[in-house]
């Protein structure tokens, strides 16, 4: 019999957490409060295990959670989505419980529950990211993708940002309009997500400043839709 890794995670107040994992739909198998906290969920043939939580401490300053491969991970977030909306009022973004943004052609995403443990739900037939951008491409097409690496794989917003601002400082008077307009979108953003509401006004009309054809404005409606959606 092939051997099984199970994670284990810490429970925080068990009854609050295992209720987040059914919104999620997850099954509760197992909840055990004395002597210590313990619980399982499980959906699609895996599990999730819980134990008792350190005093003091936070599972996501610990740096506490695990790794989901699913063969299509688009579906994943959707449903996720939609029940943290129907639960919450909204798609939780910020803070503890929160799911990280999602757009089209990504290949992970993370959910934080109300403990701080970080699950990450990956692709299985995910690349391995070409940390810096990729060799195929230059200038500031290739800033954009090592920026996107950052912003969908690693999380790290804030280094996606600073890729973007050096990027635009070397490469701005060269690069195509269309990249000029995709990392200011990138950047206005995550500025949405950040909660800067006058940053992102700033972006967008320095993005209105371009003076972008029909066809550049058609080729990034997708990179503007995600600045509305990273508002939701």
Request: glycine residues 10%.
């Amino acid at each position: 019999m092939a051997a099984v890794s199970v994670p284990m995670l810490w429970g925080g107040e068990l009854p609050e957490t295992l209720d987040f994992y059914r919104t999620l739909g997850y099954t509760v198998t197992y909840e055990m409060t004395r002597p210590y906290t313990y619980g399982i969920v499980e959906r699609d043939g895996f599990q999730l295990h819980f134990g008792p939580t350190p005093q003091d401490l936070s599972a996501e300053g610990a740096h506490i959670g695990c790794l989901v491969l699913v063969d299509e991970v688009e579906p994943w977030h959707a449903e996720f989505k939609a029940a943290l909306r129907a639960r919450y009022g909204k798609v939780p973004g910020r803070g503890a419980p929160r799911i990280t943004r999602f757009r089209t052609g990504q290949t992970r995403f993370t959910v934080v529950d109300p403990v701080g443990n970080t699950v990450i739900y990956i692709q299985r037939d995910e690349p391995d990211p070409e940390y810096g951008g990729s060799k195929q491409l230059e200038g500031l097409a290739r800033v954009l993708d090592n920026a996107r690496i950052f912003r969908d794989s690693k999380n790290d917003d804030a280094t996606a940002v600073r890729v973007l601002e050096t990027g635009l400082r070397r490469h701005a008077a060269t690069a195509p309009l269309v990249d000029r307009a995709r990392a200011l979108a990138m950047l206005a953003e995550i500025a949405t997500v950040a909660g800067e509401a006058a940053r992102v006004a700033e972006l967008r009309a320095e993005i209105e400043g371009l003076g972008l054809c029909d066809a550049d404005r058609a080729a990034m409606a997708g990179d503007l839709d995600a600045i509305a959606a990273a508002g939701e």
